[in-house]
């Protein structure tokens, strides 16, 4: 995670935006905000300043840019159905025809998502080759290396070309904006929306900001930012991200693996090689000699009052980034965002439910996201300023 904190600087340029936004567009109006698709512009558009120092423009525009959460919505509909019968993929998204009209870029399948890539991408590359001619490496132009993800891709295809090749430059950009922006909205609004949810850990989880703010734990900034180190002295906050995790994972099926020829023993029972196994977050986190009797209450209080052993039990059960070497690539942008963002725009602004006593809905497309999750925002008059 400590690798990752260089990438702070791109996170607080979009943060410092969304909270402007948010306030120009909502709580100065009084108006209304669907705030799960508010804050998956938001996850959106930080993967593309960290991917490639440019937004993708959601939050800026206040639009969904080229359709592209739109159609992201719509391919994990048919992804969640047709994962579970992949022989189906050949005839619809991947037969032959589609396949020919990728080569001259006439898939009209294509997702706005890779061409915003592949022009970044081409862009980038111009300005390397440029820097090139006039003996300027890679590390040595800063206009070049910027530090993103990008630079890190394209000076690992330099270093070995054979393997990270332009395909592969691209497939990585491309995957960092799914694994980066979904996820990472699902997990923000499962916060925000338990706390709404439950107004007594809200209000406490505020007096402790404040309380961080006024005792100097967290840096009274102009912009009202918190830090990735001044977040991690919050354990409350902690606590209730925890929490919001372990009820709302934001994958919705089993993580699947193949057990390896020679079979396996898995609780007790032998499973014979080549069978598909998995496990399921929302199953394993409800599980009540792990988590309590309560395992359906948001309750952050018990991530603080379990002991050291049965916290690290109940730490090693969580599953909503999955688990060893298919751990999800974007987990620690994820983790970055939230840890930023929650407190950060918790000080600025009152959160509450549009219609108090609606429930949101699940929708689980692999991804559950959510839907009916309508907001309305207040400047808030006491930061705890100093």
Sequence with gaps: MSALVQYEAFVDTTTSKFLDQTEALYSSKHATCDFARWLQWYAFDVIGQITYSKRHGFIDRAEDVDGMVSYLGRLFDYVAPIGQIPALDLILLKNPILRFLDKFQMNPFTFAVARFA??????R??????????????????????????????????????????????????????????????????????????????????????????????????NGLVSWTESQQLPYFDACVKEAFRLHPAVGLP?????????????GKHIAGGTIVGCNAWVIHR?????????????????LEA?????????????????????????????LEVYKLVPSFL???????????????????????????????KLRTNKAAP
């Design 118 to 123: 592949q022009a970044r991408v081409s862009e």
């Design 125 to 222: 590359v111009v300005e390397v080759n440029a820097a090139k001619a006039h003996g300027k490496g890679l590390n040595a132009d800063s206009a070049v290396a910027r530090g993103d993800l990008l630079s890190m891709f394209l000076k690992a295809k330099e270093e070995r070309p054979d393997f990270f090749h332009d395909g592969r430059v691209l497939v990585m950009a491309v995957s960092m904006a799914f694994a980066g922006s979904e996820t990472t909205a699902i997990s923000l609004a499962a916060v925000f929306y338990y706390l709404v949810k439950n107004p007594v850990c809200y209000r406490k989880l505020l007096a402790e900001i404040d309380n961080a703010v006024s005792t100097g734990i967290i840096e009274n900034r102009p």
């Design 255 to 267: 993580l699947e693996r193949i057990v390896p020829p020679r079979g396996a023993d898995i609780c």
């Design 287 to 303: 599980r009540p000699e792990v988590y309590g009797q309560d395992v359906d209450a948001f309750r952050p209080e018990r991530w």
């Design 307 to 335: 002991e050291k052993e049965k916290r690290k039990e109940m730490e090693a059960t969580m599953f909503h980034f999955g688990m060893g070497a298919r751990t999800c690539i974007g987990k620690n942008i994820s983790l």
């Design 347 to 377: 000080r600025r602004f009152e959160v509450s439910l549009a219609q108090p006593n609606q429930e949101w809905t699940p929708h689980n497309a692999w991804f559950v996201r959510q839907l009916d999750f309508n907001t309305t925002f």
